[in-house]
């Protein structure tokens, strides 16, 4: 089973930027994808890309977050700019490819001053 593994998560100010990477063991996925889920709230997709760059991102985060992939090194990308506390989750990896599918362990992004 392909294994997804984040790093790059931590603690940042408001305003502020961060990068997530998403690194993937085996196969390449068609799809790779964000979700996070803050405290309390149901897990929602931030971003997607598809393996030819199609990108599609939620409304909360268009003009701030950017996902890219290295298809060679088998990784995904979320930049995050212009944070904000709301955007306060653990950020989940999530890769597709047919009928099969993995999940990153997750990483914690807190945005506060």
């Known amino acids: 089973q392909v294994q997804l593994v984040e790093s790059g998560g931590g603690l940042v100010q408001p305003g502020g930027s961060l990068r997530l990477s998403c690194a993937a063991s085996?196969?390449?996925?068609?799809?790779y994808a964000w979700y996070r889920q803050a405290l309390g709230k149901q897990r929602e997709l931030v971003a997607q890309?598809?393996?030819?760059?199609?990108?599609n991102y939620a409304d909360s985060v268009k003009g701030r977050f950017t996902i890219s992939r290295d298809n060679v090194k088998k990784t995904v990308y979320l930049q995050m700019n212009s944070l904000k506390p709301e955007d306060t989750a653990v950020y989940y990896c999530y890769g597709g490819l047919g009928s099969s599918s993995s999940w990153g362990q997750g990483t914690q992004v807190t945005v506060s001053s």
């Open positions: 085996g196969n390449i996925f068609s799809i």
């Open positions: 890309i598809t393996f030819a760059g199609s990108t």
